[in-house]
């Protein structure tokens, strides 16, 4: 079992930045993939970004390319996601996510590729 924490959510204005962390514990590998989902008032879970276990592929959402930007400390068994130039359409709950399978630069960009989940943490951006 893998046990997953995110943090540093919060309340930001538009154009503003935060720091989303996601910490694992429990049975963790440096070989898992790791991904970043959200989920807006009213809307489906959608993927935001993904990093394979080596940190050398990361993949993006088109809505967030260019603003965001997910790594990975595998001593610290932390992944990260930066996120820039924020939108009030950004405003969700975020949520980190584990898989056992992942290449050197394969990781998955739907939710269905994940087996371990975090409880989220949220972002509101004000206009």
């Known amino acids: 079992q893998v046990q997953l924490v995110e943090s540093g959510g919060g309340l930001v204005q538009a154009g503003g930045s935060l720091r989303l962390s996601c910490a694992a514990s429990?049975?963790?590998?440096?070989?898992?993939?790791m991904g970043w989902f959200r989920q807006g008032p009213g809307k489906e879970r959608e993927f935001v970004a993904s990093?394979?276990?080596?940190?050398?592929?990361?993949y993006y959402a088109d809505s967030v390319k260019g603003r965001f930007t997910i790594s990975r400390d595998n001593a610290k068994n932390t992944v990260y996601l930066q996120m820039n130039s924020l939108k009030p359409e950004d405003t969700a709950v975020y949520y980190c996510a584990s898989s056992p399978r992942s290449g050197y630069l394969r990781a998955s960009r739907v939710a269905e590729g994940y087996d371990y989940w975090g409880q989220g943490t949220q972002v509101t951006v004000s206009s």
């Open positions: 990093i394979s276990y080596s940190g050398a592929g990361t």
């Open positions: 429990g049975q963790t590998s440096s070989r898992y993939g």
